[in-house]
């Protein structure tokens, strides 16, 4: 075989990959401004967000001694955990508290159970009054060489004292860091605290060898279980130590049960409390609420898009400007536009009162009452007959409307999940509208005189020839108005009252209120797979290929 | 040529301005965090407004007080405080406080004398209730209703809000759970002294959902200070809680048809804090704009426009006429004693400790 070589000797294939590899790179380069701004604004902070709801230091980094000690405790047992876990948490928190993370840590748990908060800022408050000091004054009465800082930092340099006493070493270490850290002092010129000094003790009683001998026998102990007790007695519920041990790895999947009502148990995972679910319910009502809303874009988007797609140009040149006009309209101007509209003493609720006052609105109303209680009547025929078949008997409610007897009373349009659903439509129109235009631009209006000419009535004509062209708008405005729905927050919040909001709101809600970021982000992560997921499905069922926004 | 030139002047004069600010001289702008409406203003005309004539200091506003302790914590998480002084509540003044978020303050060398000689501490008094709060004011919330909305008999006790036979309507609370939990409680029948008690208590907190739950379709949730006194001016409620200032503004001021019930209002206090972490110059700048602001004659000039007491006793005696109006301010405050004959006391300790707690629990009710 003989090998093709290129002019400058090298063969062929090796110049030609060099050649294609220098043009891939020179295309990465100018694509790279555009790569790094979406990597840095868009992929990382996504992956951020999915570490986030699964991460979980903050146990482990505020309470490392207890967190190890309790390995030993058996959470069934039903019993707090014995003296040297709370011996282990007495350490900890004085730490803690002296850099202000017991707090952080508390309202951590109390993500988990309620309660939890309070217990960390009482015990950081209360553990600076434990009465450990008799131990300070008893080692310090035996030889005054423990009341100099110095000595102390000469003992803890000294490897022999340190493996004779690693306890007291560690928490001495932990110590001096903090002195210099939180209070930024020197350590070799300050007397150890008294927690050291319980170290000391307790290692002492162990049998460990000080290095000065202390006979502390006639010291009477304290109980640190008890002095925990006395600050508050939930440290003796072995409930509060089960959350403590379950939350101590540094990653859970707590977070994303959360998201679902439910709650990492001893026994696996359990449903949460009645009155603690509300997350599926808020994503069935979001999607729900957005499939209204799609449906009603598409209501009163598709009439419009034709219009505006084969009216003259003038004509259409002014309609587009009343369709863009709102679109360019801050999205707040028009959510408390719609607070004026809708609220109870609004212009449309007052301009029924004035029609229902009116002899023209007192023929009409019994009609009109007449044909909705007609409707209503349907509805609990049909329910009665549907109770029937699937044997559930016990009849129907009457869902007769009582307004007609009772004389017309003001209509509640806001503050519920009717006025999110009015104003959202109304903000997401034009995004169903604009993509339903461009695909209709396209369609030669000439296909309907051709059906037509051909014996087909009006509708056939629409129905078999021009709807099926304008199906690829269709999806791509359904797309738009849902994914942007589910993302909404800020007019829900103005005009859903509490009814009629989303899951989006309550992601806003742990991001700039109750600060639990690792639950939004969990939610936000949810929402992420289903928003992938209904994508997914709309692919497979109509083709993403079918999606146009015109040409 | 001449740019060139100028451009080097200017960054000359930045460099020693820098060099200047970073040698212990203060800072000329400072952002300041408050609640927005008519309290900011108060607050501009009576403090910002002569301290930046008196210093040359540029003073920027900013309205996000309800979510400071959020935003500081996010802040601190960050590493970049952008806030110098913020006016916060009591209760959250207490949890910045504990998270070490906020300076702790010398009252005596740090804060103004009192102008009857009296240290700041002596004059405050009981109202220095955590090491990191300057006092300010003094404030309740209580509950507005429309006079010409209510009927006959215009309601007198808070538990108004809760008989929605009489007073049928929507009204509007605040979407958080203090003060509307301890209003459902003595509206339930606990004594006024038990109130804390009962509602550190599960049944205490399922008692007080309860109540609330009977009332909960007819209420519309406010966030800011300003939904209220908006609603009840729209007609669209018949009475609702906010703060009294505001609706002295809505009733004196506007002249809507709107009266106040002082009935169990709730005492609360509110003042500044100064995040940590700042830059010393930024902290010299805050630690003297809180001593100017909170001396005697100033915490007196706030009562000029706004109806909320002072917090230092030795400004009381200088509380005069309302500065455009020219009522006379102190039938107005909330400390008056005939508006103050059924005060609840608020307990400002009590959530610090349980906000995180209850809160949690307040906002899945609602939701529900």
């Known amino acids: 075989m003989t090998l093709v070589l290129a002019a400058d ?21 100018l694509i790279a401004p555009l790569l790094i701004f979406i990597m840095v604004s868009f992929v990382m902070p996504i992956a951020d967000m999915l570490f986030r709801s699964v991460e979980n230091e903050i146990v482990v980094e505020t309470l490392p001694r207890t967190v190890a000690t309790l390995d030993g405790w058996d959470s069934e047992s039903g019993q707090a955990p014995s003296e040297d876990v709370f011996a282990a948490l007495y350490f900890d928190l004085v730490l803690a508290t002296e850099y202000k993370t017991h707090t952080r840590l508390g309202s951590r748990l109390n993500y988990e159970m309620s309660g939890i908060s309070s217990l960390f800022r ?98 009477a102990p304290v109980s640190l279980r008890d002095q925990f007790a006395d600050v508050d007695e939930d440290w003796l519920d072995p409930v509060v130590w089960q959350i403590v041990k379950i939350y101590s790895p540094e990653y859970t999947n707590g977070y994303f049960l959360n998201s679902v009502d439910r709650l990492k148990g001893l026994d696996g995972i359990e449903v949460r409390p009645e009155n603690e679910q509300i997350y599926i319910t808020l994503f069935i009502r979001t999607m729900i609420m957005s499939g209204s809303i799609m449906g009603m874009c598409v209501l009163l988007g598709y009439p419009i898009a034709w219009l505006l797609a084969n009216l003259p140009a003038r004509k259409a040149n002014m309609l587009m400007i009343l369709v863009l006009l709102p679109f360019w309209t801050s999205l707040l101007v028009r959510t408390s536009a719609w607070k004026v509209l809708l609220q109870r003493q609004g212009v449309i609720n007052d301009t029924l009162v004035w029609y229902h006052s009116t002899w023209f609105g007192q023929l009409l109303d019994p009609v009109f009452m007449g044909l909705l209680n007609l409707c209503y009547a349907l509805v609990n025929a049909i329910t009665w007959v549907w109770n029937l078949i699937n044997g559930i008997w016990g009849g129907t409610d009457g869902l007769y409307l009582d307004w007609a007897v009772a004389g017309f009373e003001r209509l509640a349009l806001i503050n519920n999940q009717t006025g999110t659903i009015i104003a959202m439509t109304h903000i997401l129109l034009p995004f169903m509208i604009l993509p339903l235009f461009s695909v209709m631009k396209t369609i030669p209006i000439a296909y309907l005189r051709a059906a037509k000419s051909l014996g087909a009535t009006n509708w056939t004509a629409f129905w078999r020839v021009y709807f099926p062209q304008s199906v690829p708008g269709i999806g791509a405005g359904c797309i738009l108005v849902f994914i942007l729905s589910i993302g909404y927050y800020i007019t829900p919040e103005l005009v859903g009252g509490t009814k009629g909001v989303f899951i989006s709101n309550r992601i806003a809600f742990h991001i700039s209120s109750s600060l639990n970021w690792g639950l939004a982000a969990a939610l936000g992560t949810i929402l992420l797979v289903v928003v992938m997921g209904l994508y997914w499905m709309y692919d497979k069922i109509v083709g993403i290929d079918n999606v146009k926004l015109g040409g | 040529m001449k740019t060139t030139m100028k451009l080097m002047a200017t960054t000359c ?79 959250d003044a207490i949890r910045l406080c504990d998270e070490g978020l906020a300076l702790e303050i010398d009252f005596d060398t740090q804060l103004a004398v009192g102008d009857d000689g009296s240290t700041a501490t002596e004059d405050f008094g009981d109202l220095l209730v955590s090491d990191c709060f300057i006092p300010q004011i003094v404030y309740s ?57 009962v509602l550190e208590t599960d049944e205490g907190q399922t008692q007080a959902f309860a109540k609330l739950d009977t009332i909960k379709d007819s209420v519309i949730w406010w966030s800011a200070g300003a939904d209220t006194p908006q609603l009840l001016a729209d007609g669209e409620i018949i009475m609702g809680s906010t703060y009294n200032g505001r609706l002295f503004s809505l009733i004196e001021e506007q002249g809507q048809p709107v009266a106040m019930l002082w009935d169990a209002q709730v005492f609360d206090l509110d003042g500044w ?46 509380v005069g006429q309302h500065a455009t109006l020219g009522i006379d301010m102190a039938p107005h405050m909330p400390t008056d004693p005939a508006n103050a004959t059924n005060t609840f006391l608020y307990n400002y300790t009590w959530w610090a400790d349980y906000r995180d707690d209850l809160d949690a629990k307040f906002q899945v009710w609602l939701s529900q």
């Open chain 1, 9 to 29: 000797g090298r063969p062929l294939k090796a110049s030609l990959n060099r050649a294609l590899r220098r043009q891939k790179l020179r295309a990465l380069m």
């Open chain 1, 122 to 219: 009482k015990s950081g408050r209360g553990v600076g009054r434990f009465t450990t000091d008799t131990y300070t004054d008893a080692i310090q009465a035996a030889d005054l060489a423990y009341s100099d800082p110095a000595q102390w930092a000469v003992w803890m340099a000294d490897d022999d004292v340190r493996a004779a006493l690693p306890m007291t070493a560690n928490i001495y270490d932990a110590w001096a860091t903090m002195i210099i850290v939180a209070e930024e002092d020197v350590p070799a010129e300050e007397v150890p605290w008294d927690f050291v000094y319980t170290s000391l003790f307790l290692e002492v009683m162990e049998g460990a060898e000080p290095p000065i001998a202390l006979d502390l026998s006639a010291v």
């Open chain 2, 13 to 91: 004069l930045t460099l020693s301005a820098t060099l200047a600010a970073a040698d212990g001289h203060m800072a000329d702008e400072m952002t300041i965090v408050s609640w927005g409406g008519a309290y900011s203003s108060s607050q501009e005309n009576a403090y910002h407004i002569p301290y930046a004539e008196m210093t040359g200091v540029t003073i920027i506003n900013d309205a996000s007080s309800a979510e400071a302790v959020a935003k500081l914590r996010a802040m601190s998480e960050a590493g970049n405080i952008t806030w110098d002084v913020v006016d916060v509540v009591a209760s």
């Open chain 2, 273 to 318: 804090i100064i995040p940590t972490g700042l830059s010393p110059e930024r902290e010299a700048r805050a630690l003297d704009y809180v001593y100017f602001a909170t001396d005697t004659q100033r915490l007196a000039d706030q009562a000029k426009y706004i109806s909320y007491g002072p917090a230092r006793a030795s400004s009381a005696p200088l």
């Open chain 2, 141 to 197: 919330t209580t509950v507005g209703y429309r006079t010409d909305l209510v009927g006959d008999t215009p309601p007198t006790d808070i538990c108004a809000i809760f008989d929605t036979e009489t007073y049928p309507g929507m009204r509007s609370l605040e979407k958080r759970p203090i003060n509307n939990m301890e209003w459902a409680l003595l509206c339930d029948g606990v004594a006024k002294a038990d109130v804390y008690d």
